[in-house]
């Protein structure tokens, strides 16, 4: 298996020279060359496997320049009960007959994130124990990817971790779930600013190559292929708890932010799961929904602040990989189109044959408000006696919208409730529980650094710390 750029100007590559990298080399995104096609026979093997058996299955057909023993050891090592505290790994529960929660967030920081991240953690490891090599992984968060990246690389050797964070803007959960890590290769920088701050010093850093470079700088973020790969697995997982056979089809509705999630769900789509609508489900930043229901891809200005704070985004960084497939994978016109998106601007496919192209994808889409978070959360506590977190109710409302008589519908949970402890108080009137372990969480001792919004001190930082 190959990888090609979206904006086909980057040589071929194999999964592990794409592994360790962001963009591609030419501003795109790194694709393969083709998704692996399913017979009937393997669809039908795959039914019964486990977690781990299935993700090996998957992650072998993309990463097939690693031999198959060690990835089997590295899938075996990731998905383990011990880590997602469930031995299915993404459990199922059922609120009635053909209306499913797909829970993703029994990893170590209560977040879809970990499925992948874990992965990434591990394959991380063993490729750059293979060149002897060391990378430095510098981000930004505002809660769920930093945490997610530091517990997947915690005590990895070769690995350390600079993520910085903006100082007293993360929930009292998410800052203590950071900053409560004791391992020496993690590094929590609390910046004197906004998230915005926070990315800006990230860019800067980057955009110095030749520190970047002498550095070994690396990053974690939702572009990154591995875990887009990682992510396919439990559409297939999911796929099998809720059918009898593989002739049935399945409806997934995904709440999207950079629409890495759902990409993933398209991508298992194209190798053959009988998926009938892939529904996209937003908060306030409607960037996708607008595009799904328009035609028109319209990156914002401004982000707005919602009480699904993950799903916070003004451009989706993703979004470029779905494009190249619906475009017919013409590198050309892709390139096109984000000549338009790198200026500022937008672009609108509503009269080009592409777009009427959308519907044969299985995508369509849908938007949530604060007021539908919470009385979606309220109809599935009194109605069902379970408690969703702000994102899956997003999911949740937009997916019960496209509810077709007779096609399961599985909603993914991408967070816990106890995550976002104030809107589920303001929903329910009572605060979530916790899982075991976890409640005296903001009284561990934290461990960070304090520093102002400056590229140049967090740079300093860096030399002194790194591998
Ligand atoms: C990251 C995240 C999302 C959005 O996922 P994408 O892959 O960026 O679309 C949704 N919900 C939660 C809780 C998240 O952490």
């Known amino acids: 298996m190959k990888y090609l750029s979206t904006r086909g100007g980057m040589p071929p590559k194999t999964f592990t020279e794409i592994l360790l990298g962001g963009l591609a080399t030419d501003g795109g995104l790194t694709i393969a060359e083709a998704y692996p096609r399913l017979t009937r026979d393997e669809l039908a093997a795959w039914r019964g496997m486990s977690y781990a058996e299935l993700a090996f299955e998957i992650v072998r057909r993309f990463a097939d320049d690693i031999p198959a023993a060690d990835l089997k050891d590295i899938v075996e090592r990731t998905y383990t009960a011990d880590i997602f505290h469930s031995a299915d790994i993404t459990p199922v529960k059922t609120l009635e007959p053909g209306l499913f929660i797909l829970g993703l967030s029994n990893g170590p920081t209560l977040a879809f994130k970990d499925v992948a991240m874990q992965l990434l953690g591990n394959l991380f490891e063993y490729v750059l124990a293979k ?3 060391e990378i430095n992984i510098l981000g930004a968060t505002s809660g769920d990817t930093g945490s997610a990246a530091e ?5 990895k050797r070769g690995i350390k971790v ?6 007293g803007k993360m929930s009292p959960f998410q800052t203590a779930q950071m900053y409560s890590l004791q391992d020496p290769n993690i590094f929590n920088i609390a910046v004197e600013g906004v998230f915005d701050d926070c990315q800006d010093i990230v860019k800067a850093v980057s955009n110095d190559l030749e520190f970047k470079a002498k550095y070994k700088i690396g990053a974690v973020n939702s572009i990154n292929w591995a875990r887009v790969t990682a992510q396919v697995v439990y559409y297939f997982k999911a796929y099998f708890a809720v059918t009898a056979g593989n002739d049935e089809e399945v409806s997934f509705s995904v709440p999207s932010g950079n629409f890495g999630n759902v990409c993933a769900g398209h991508i298992a789509r194209q190798m053959g799961l009988p998926i009938k609508k892939l529904i996209v489900a937003t908060n306030e930043n409607d960037v996708l929904d607008e595009f799904f229901r328009t035609g028109v891809y319209r990156p914002r200005p401004q982000t707005q602040h919602t009480s699904s704070p993950s799903m916070d985004i ?3 960084s993703n979004f470029e990989r779905f494009v190249y497939d619906l475009v017919g994978r013409d590198p050309a016109v892709v390139n096109d189109l984000w000549k338009q998106v790198d200026a ?10 592409h777009f009427a192209k959308v519907k044969d994808f299985g995508f369509v889409s849908g938007e949530s408000s604060h ?17 969703i977190d702000t994102h899956t109710a ?9 509810r077709e008589a007779g096609v399961p519908l599985v909603c993914l949970e991408t967070a816990l409730p106890a995550k976002f402890e104030e809107t589920i108080r303001e929903a329910l009137g009572r605060a979530p529980e916790r899982p075991a372990g976890l409640d005296n969480l903001e009284k561990l001792p934290q461990r960070f650094e304090v520093m102002r919004a400056d590229a140049e001190a967090v740079k300093r930082y860096i030399v002194a710390h790194s591998v």
């Open 394 to 402: 997003d999911g949740v409302k937009v997916g019960l919208e496209h």
């Open 131 to 133: 060149d002897n090599a």
């Open 162 to 167: 600079f993520m910085l964070s903006p100082v």
């Open 344 to 353: 500022g601007g937008s672009f609108d496919l509503s009269q080009t044959p």
């Open 151 to 155: 517990y997947a690389m915690r005590g």
């Open 371 to 387: 007021a539908d978070r919470l009385a979606t959360i309220r109809k599935v506590y009194e109605q069902y006696g379970a408690m």
């Open 314 to 316: 003004s451009k989706a």
